[in-house]
Nanobody, 121 residues
């Protein structure tokens, strides 16, 4: 069974920082691309950042220069360092991974349950 578990969310003042973590687990599973998405109330889930197993990264323009995605392949963990947070960053943040498993044709996408980030004074 593949699981992704996020942590690190919370309440922070504008201009503050938070670091989100997502630990992925699963037997005989390869966690390829890993990424972060967010969903604000009443809005669709939006892409934030992605990191490939080799370390190449992609960001949405609105977080470039403020957020940094990284991963530790040995720990199957992906991080999102968020600096200079703004009220509009308030959302539920979700971790995702493109997964390969032996005996399964193609790849699958798995999601965590999310962690709430609230930016407010």
């Amino acid at each position: 069974q593949v699981q992704l578990v996020e942590s690190g969310g919370g309440l922070v003042q504008p201009g503050g920082s938070l670091r989100l973590s997502c630990v992925a687990s699963g037997r005989f599973v390869s966690f390829n691309s890993m990424g972060w998405y967010r969903q604000a109330p009443g809005k669709q889930r939006d892409f934030i950042a992605n990191i490939e197993r080799g370390g190449s990264t992609t960001y949405v323009d609105s977080v470039k220069g403020r957020f940094t995605i990284s991963r530790d392949n040995a720990k199957n963990t992906v991080y999102l360092q968020m600096n200079s947070l703004k009220p509009e960053d308030t959302a539920v943040y979700y971790c995702s991974s493109i997964v390969s498993r032996p005996g399964v044709l193609g790849t699958e996408i798995y999601w965590g349950r999310g962690t709430q980030v609230t930016v407010s004074s």
